[in-house]
């Protein structure tokens, strides 16, 4: 009987979304179980690091990681998984991009600590003890892995084979992903699953998409009504879509609401952000620069928004590898 | 010479987490814990975004409860703007809310903790999970988990746009109506997923129950903690899990507190521990006194059980036969035993089908009027429901603009936090004795917290 190929699910800094979408395979899952050895996979699975570590380096066809990495035990779990598979592939947003964790980077380690820990009103803690620094007890109590500077994606820790994008993937793209492994007909290194082209490219509303939108106030979605048949954007409503990947099956959409660019940027995209504003100038119409300003001025957030599920990856809130 | 027993990483939960053990020099439990490792800090990086973004950024907390957190949400957001939502949105988002709860304690059920109930507690690593459980249960009855949640998480993708992320809430409201086509199939959905829940407390029965040796633990004193217990319960005090008040009962089963969910400042308080990134509440009147249970300790639980255990009954009928069954299989109200809480879960899978089928068929459900428009200004909002694994609050304030300012997240897991720990050392000092561990020792300490199913991404958040 031959060897079934061996393959690893992990997390890091993550939701549990990604896992769900792994079980979200259905009867898919049993299937996949069939052909595959799943070794290691801590939501569904019972296993430790220890043997993983056992394995030999390469060992694994595949390790599927999901979540940024925020902290120093996930960097060295990384790092584990990448010596012992031949592929590693980056699975949703977070490991992609950075996700929405990757808002983190907006800020110092010390105001994310003081905020949850000190500050929140529920919180007594007269002694501002944080974690992993100094605190009461009796001395027995396990050491707790610190955090980096920066939120980073996966690729900016280890090497990664190609990426499987969105928050999370739909089960039928990890699917994808997974078989072009398993037949042996992967693209090329860095291959980004999921379409080609940007979302409004299958979006259900393109046909209402208008030749040129001019907009003279973005209108937020809690403060305005819009057709529900109609492309949000020159209804005022800020949508993700031009500058974002395809391949979601336009699910918020689907629910009447617009694109918020989980699937990141398209192949010749850097910065997704960047792309997003330079999409929106063109659709602001006014030819005075304080008419301009006014308009501009109705985005709340602009970084929050654009920078979303991307902070990491942009120029804005880069991530960088800091050593343990 | 004393010893540590790590378990890294714990496992068929949501999150990471890790167990420590500390033996003496006699090869006794002198402490254990139960440390969770990871933090990404909502509570600071939320500020600065659009309010009626929350529902949508804050459900990324988690993958596995992010319909609880959308709901809270956008509960909070109607409270900030005081806007009341349409009677169709109520329906809606119940609906959603409700479905969901079902087919994540299914998960829960067959997936993760379920496996410790179905297999052998010798069983080592790769039998216990659902491959394991569909060997011993059969591919048909396989099918049908995977089959009946496909179609509750794909009703839910309807309502919502996402079978996992739901996009639809917005203060006053819902994005998308409901329309008469669409209710004929929920219906049909509602009505297999209550013969499946059936089916589930008929496989408890006969697979779990009639197990001398779970029973023997099932009744054990490792597993049990005299706690306090909190849930969201309706006017009749029965379990609610989209809205009510907030009902905790004492260690006896007398009602404690109650309150409303924008009153939880005064009941509700967070320690730190520089050992773990997850806070652990307690009950701000008993104060905190350590890691123990008792009338006299601010420990108290929140779940599945926790909610059977501070409510009245279930409010629909079905479910009240099966909630009398269990307190009677169990010598009464309030049941103590942590491995309690798998058979809790089936009650209220059975509840959330009943109460899927009664919003199917209410006539409010599809009425176009999905929103109100607020009018108000903005500035403080508080909103709570009960998530699968307990009591969840978001509270945010802002400025006039709707930008967030301060926002505090008492998410449910956090709510188990002491007890999670106390279980697992009760279990270590009852399963390791004289330096032998065994793995049936480890399993059955795992097998402590993961009765609670916790979420630590949610716990750390």
């Known amino acids: 009987m031959p060897v079934k190929p061996k393959i690893a699910l992990y997390w890091c800094s993550s939701c549990g979304g990604c896992d769900e979408s792994v079980i979200d395979l259905s009867e898919d899952l049993l299937a996949l179980s069939m052909g595959v050895d799943i070794v290691f996979w801590p939501l569904a699975m019972d296993g430790r690091r220890k043997d993983l570590e056992a394995l030999s380096d390469g060992e694994m066809a595949l390790s599927l990681i999901n979540g940024a ?7 060295h779990m990384v790092m584990l998984l990448r010596r012992k598979s031949k592929l590693v592939f980056a699975h949703g947003t977070c490991a992609h991009l950075g996700g929405i964790v990757g808002l983190g980077n907006f800020h110092s380690v010390q105001a994310l600590l003081t905020r949850s820990f000190v500050e929140v009103p529920t919180v007594k803690n007269p002694d501002g003890i944080l974690p992993g620094g100094p605190g009461e007890g009796s001395g027995k109590e396990p050491k707790l892995s610190g955090f980096f500077d920066k939120v980073m994606t996966l690729d900016q820790v280890i090497d990664v084979d190609a990426y499987v994008p969105g928050c999370p993937p739909p089960p039928e793209l990890l699917g994808e992903a997974i078989g072009a492994v398993l037949e042996g007909r992967l693209q090329e290194r860095g291959f980004v699953f999921g379409d080609r082209k940007a979302l409004c490219h299958t979006c259900p509303r393109r046909d209402s998409y208008p030749e040129r939108i001019g907009v003279k106030k973005f209108k937020r979605v809690h403060e305005t009504e819009w057709d529900s048949k109609k492309c949000f954007l020159p209804q005022g409503v800020i949508c993700l879509g031009p500058a974002t990947r395809g391949g979601c099956g336009s699910r918020c959409i689907q629910a009447n609401m617009p694109c918020r660019g989980c699937f990141g940027p398209l192949d010749n995209m850097e910065d997704h952000g960047a792309a997003m504003l330079s999409f929106l100038a063109s659709m602001i119409d006014a030819d005075r620069e304080n008419e301009v300003r006014r308009i501009t001025d109705s985005i709340p957030d602009p970084g929050g928004l654009f920078y979303r599920y991307s902070a990491p990856r942009s120029i804005l809130g880069a991530g960088k590898r800091t050593e343990t | 010479m004393t010893r540590r027993i790590v378990i890294d990483p714990v496992t068929r939960l949501e999150g990471h987490g890790k167990i420590e053990i500390c033996l ?3 090869g006794q439990v002198d402490h254990a814990f139960f440390q969770v490792p990871e933090f990404r800090a909502f509570e600071k990086f939320c500020e600065g975004r659009a309010a009626e973004e929350m529902p949508t950024l804050t459900q990324k907390i988690c993958g596995v409860c992010p319909t609880a957190h959308h ?13 009341e939502p349409t009677e169709a949105a109520k329906k809606i988002r119940e609906l959603m809310h409700t479905a969901f709860i079902y087919e994540d304690h299914l998960l829960h059920f067959f997936y993760l903790g379920g496996p410790d109930l179905f297999m052998a507690s010798n069983d080592k690593g790769f039998g216990r999970n ?9 591919k048909k009855i396989g099918k049908k988990v995977i089959e009946i949640r496909k179609r509750v998480r794909g009703l839910n993708a309807l309502i919502s746009g996402s079978p996992l992320y739901p996009v639809c809430g ?10 008469e086509e669409e209710r004929a199939g929920i219906k049909e959905i509602a009505r297999d997923a209550l013969a499946f829940a059936r089916l589930c407390l008929n496989i408890f029965e006969e697979e779990v129950l009639a197990n001398r040796g779970y029973l023997d633990l099932m009744h054990s004193e490792a597993y049990s903690l005299q706690t306090y217990y909190m849930g969201m319960v309706d006017r009749k005090n029965h379990v609610s899990f989209y809205d009510g008040e907030i009902r905790i009962v004492d260690p006896d089963g007398a009602e404690f507190e109650k309150f409303a969910a924008v009153d939880y400042l005064n009941h509700l308080e967070e320690r730190v521990d520089a050992w773990s990134y997850m806070k652990t509440l307690y009950l701000k009147s008993v104060g ?6 008792g009338k006299g300790s601010g420990l108290y639980r929140v779940g599945p059980l926790a909610r059977l255990n501070a409510s009245d009954g279930m409010a629909t009928p079905l479910a009240q036969q099966e909630y009398e069954r269990m307190f009677d299989a169990c010598g009464g109200k309030p049941a103590h035993n942590t491995l309690v809480y798998h058979w809790a879960r089936l009650v209220e899978v059975l509840f959330a089908a009943e109460r899927m089928s009664e919003i199917a068929c209410h006539d409010d459900l599809t009425d176009p009027a999905i929103r109100n428009m607020p009018t108000q200004l903005p500035h403080e909002g508080v909103g709570a429901c009960e998530a699968p694994r307990g009591t969840l609050i978001h509270h945010y304030e802002t400025n006039e603009e709707a930008i967030i300012q301060k926002l505090n997240l008492l998410v449910a897991t956090q709510n188990n936090a002491g007890a999670i720990s106390l279980s697992v050392e009760k279990a270590a000092r009852a399963f390791i004795k004289g330096g032998n561990v065994s793995e049936i020792a480890l399993s059955r300490i795992e097998m402590a917290y993961r009765a609670y199913d916790p979420c630590l991404a949610c716990a750390t958040h």
């Open chain 2, 24 to 26: 003496d020099i006699e």
């Open chain 1, 69 to 75: 990495v925020r902290m120093h035990e996930q960097a």
């Open chain 2, 170 to 179: 917005l203060p006053g409201g819902v994005s998308k109506p409901i329309s």
């Open chain 2, 130 to 138: 659902i491959f394991g459980v569909i060997g011993k249960l059969g």
């Open chain 2, 288 to 293: 905190w006194h350590g890691l123990h249970d």
């Open chain 2, 71 to 83: 709901i809270a949400s956008v509960k909070a957001l109607d409270d900030l703007f005081k806007v």
